[in-house]
């Protein structure tokens, strides 16, 4: 009930945000406009305004990821990838490499890996932190710098580049759920709750770097994984163990286990966060595909909030073969399916994660036999 109440309150908070945040843009924006207004042409100042914006939302999503990355590094994490909109950086097989990905709810995201969980607790406030300290810091010298500066335009450049970086941290400081993930303040909240959350916030950080280094989640011990009981499903970052559980049973071919996880898991977890769900469900529809299911079945489950999020990320190796799976065995329509094949292959061939796309080629190929085609 505890956590209930904490995401109650943390949804309460969303309304002051937006407030407060409104309150910050039409200032930073009236001051901008009556700034550059009194030395350069109307249109061009409104353009300029504009563009100065845009780009000063990239710059602060990149000083924000730069922050947790900092202070990772600070805490003794290690690299794993730095993505900013759909362009990310990934260490791959010793190396960095350059990939296309986007992950829907997030405009960027810095993975770090932290020392292996048997160790002693990691510390994790100056990770999760580091994004908002960077741009209120930064906030504060882009300030002095369009006080001090006497070119109109530089001014205007830099006051809403602090504009923009205190909207950033705001966002990411007041505890809520932005587009069903969970944002730093609201992670901070929940890993002081217990060592139990604090744990799985790690295993959570562990798993992605050992998938990123190219090893699969099937390796992973079983016992890393517990399925989340009583009070602990209303816990997000403790529902996540019973997302990775899922994975890890789907990764080695444990359809049945899988298929009972997801379902116990979309039955009783409370605390799952949006985008969670979202995938679970998408899964479970793949897994009754799998296992036979009518087209009116497999319609049924296509609520039109789970259409929009599998548009939405539909960019994922696992939507594609979702689709080449509704295709195949649902439809029954080969050119359809043949199409949505295309397109899994032309998506596993940029993918970032290569252990990922191993084991979707392994079910592309399962598809493929259990409709009675030569793998």
Known sequence: MENDALRRRASGYLPLAVTVLSIVIGFGAAFSAFGIMEAYPPVFAALYVMACFLASFFIQTVLHEFGHFLFGLLSGYR??????????????SGRFVVRIFTISGTGGQCLMQPPAVTEKEAPYRLYLL????????????????????????????????????????LMNLIPMTVGGVANDGLNTILLGKSAAVRRAFRLQL???GWIASGKRIGELPEEWFPLPE??????????????????????RHDFAGARETCDYMLRNGRGLLGVHRNELSC????????????KAEADMM???????????????????RLFYAYELLVNRNPASAAGALHAFEETARRYPYASDVENEREIVALLRETAGEPR
């Open 230 to 251: 009583g009070e602990a499903l209303q816990n997000p970052l403790i529902c996540t163990i019973g997302v990775l559980r899922y994975d890890r049973q789907f990764d």
């Open 130 to 169: 580091g994004g908002c300290l960077s741009n209120l810091s930064f906030s504060a010298l882009f300030f002095a710098l369009s006080v001090g500066l006497s070119s109109p335009a530089a001014s205007v450049l830099f006051l809403t580049l602090a504009s923009v970086g205190l909207i950033t941290a």
């Open 302 to 320: 296509l609520t039109p909030d789970l259409q929009k999020y599998i548009r939405t990320t539909g960019s994922y190796v696992s939507r594609k």
């Open 206 to 208: 562990y798993a992605n």
């Open 79 to 92: 690299f794993i990838s730095f993505r900013v909109g759909n362009l990310m950086l990934l260490r791959e």
């Open 283 to 294: 899964e479970l529809l793949f897994l009754k595909i799998l296992g036979g299911c009518t």
